[in-house]
């Protein structure tokens, strides 16, 4: 459904979203259902996933459903429920007392590009410190929506990896 009117003349808002690459293996592995977040947009989204610190790549695109917005406590016990003994790190983590627990439907694994390449490309490109909406950097998007898929993870009660 990339940039395709969906049934109410809406499209999903695509985004560039750092993440730490211990994270993203946890998504991949199942073990990761939900990515928490302090801010985030309050609507279904596409994903492209740029690594920080250790890969400094854009490696894949998640499909991410719906948000659940929600109080810190909120928030807190869905992340206990997801990974016992969370809780508490999770509340001082939402420190805005108010959360998002953004489920993860679909990651798609993407023929990774650098913060350098991408760089060459495009002069003065700086990956976000949480997320940009794409809106406004088509440049970037047509880059990232021309990189080649390589493999599919979709929910079941984990992730199956199938090949593109």
């Known amino acids: 459904m990339n940039n395709q009117l969906s049934l109410f003349g809406e499209s999903k808002k ?3 979203l750092s ?9 991949l592995n199942g073990s990761k259902k939900y990515e928490y977040r302090t801010k985030y947009l309050k609507e279904e989204t ?18 991410f459903g719906m948000p ?8 807190a016990t869905i992340s206990e429920r997801e990974n016992p003994g969370s809780y508490d790190e ?6 805005n007392d108010i959360g998002y627990a ?21 002069s003065g490109f700086a990956p976000p410190q949480s997320y940009y ?9 047509n880059i990232l929506k021309s990189q080649k898929e390589i493999e599919i993870y979709e929910e079941d009660s984990k992730y199956i990896k199938r090949n593109h």
């Open 14 to 16: 695509e985004i560039l």
């Open 133 to 141: 909406i794409l809106d406004n950097k088509p440049e970037l998007l």
């Open 19 to 27: 993440l730490r690459e211990e994270y993203y293996k946890k998504m």
């Open 46 to 63: 596409t994903a492209y996933i740029y690594i920080s610190k250790t890969l400094k790549k854009i490696v894949a695109k998640i499909e």
């Open 102 to 122: 953004i489920p993860i439907k679909k990651i798609i694994q993407l023929e990774e590009i650098s913060l350098e390449d991408i760089k060459n490309i495009i």
């Open 68 to 75: 659940i917005v929600g109080t810190a406590e909120q928030i």
């Open 90 to 95: 999770m509340l001082q983590y939402m420190h």
